[in-house]
């Protein structure tokens, strides 16, 4: 018995709007029923992700995340994608009055798709995968910045005091190794020396840096 492409990503999307227990047992479910391996392009990868970290998250990161995402600019071309009424509250509201209501779902779900940015489709793959079962996410990455100080390719933007999910280097346009960086309080040269030591460039940055980074993006090899 096999399934189409269509078909097979129809029932994985269905499924995939339980909580992560259901999310693996229903992935396999599925996968189990269609027999063989799943390609899977990677805009539905990332939607199927996002709705998993959905149902897993804290009240903390929902209120965290809300807060971010609240001021979405009306010209930006998701904000077309979400529901009027969650529209209207984002045009009449400076907040969230509920954090946990499930209407704000759709404004979460954006912001979790835009965490998976310039993640390798290879990490998506293993994220999406089960046991004796092999996802195979296929797709552009995009261009993304090399971080100047672990190397990474984790920067939507070069030079735009954007923080490094790897080690967390405030990108604020160094590039002279000796030269000090004023948001990052170092050298970038004692910075990238942290990042080999420490796995961030300060200490105290360690539990804020993205303990699957070095797998979710591309290493610049010089
Ligand atoms: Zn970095």
Redesign the pocket.
């Known amino acids: 018995m096999s399934f189409g492409y269509v078909t097979l990503k129809t029932r994985v999307s269905q499924l995939f709007i339980a909580k992560t227990s259901i999310f693996v047992s229903a992935m396999a479910g599925s996968l189990a029923l269609a027999g063989l391996r799943c390609f899977m392009n990677r805009k539905e990868a990332i939607s199927l992700l996002a709705r998993r970290d959905l149902g897993t998250l804290s009240l903390e990161k929902r209120e965290s995340l809300l807060l971010d995402w609240w001021s979405i600019d009306p010209d930006d071309p998701q904000y077309a994608s979400l529901p009027d009424p969650l529209r209207r509250m984002l045009a009449h509201s400076d907040q969230p009055d509920d954090p946990t209501s499930a209407l704000y779902n759709p404004l979460l779900q954006l912001a979790l798709e835009y965490s998976y940015i310039g993640v390798v489709n290879n990490y998506l793959s293993t994220q999406l995968a089960l046991p004796g079962k092999e996802v195979t996410v296929e797709g552009d990455v995009g261009d993304m910045e090399v971080?100047p100080?672990?190397?990474?390719r984790?920067l939507e933007t070069g030079a735009s005091y954007d923080i490094?999910?790897?080690?967390?280097?405030e990108d604020d346009g160094t590039t002279e190794l000796h030269r000090h960086s004023g948001p990052n309080h170092q050298t970038l040269s004692d910075a990238q020396r942290n990042?080999r030591h420490l796995g961030a460039v300060t200490e105290a940055s360690r539990q804020y840096v993205l303990a699957d980074g070095k797998n979710r993006y591309a290493l610049m090899i010089p």
């Open positions: 971080c100080c672990c190397r990474y984790s490094c999910g790897v080690c967390f280097w990042f």
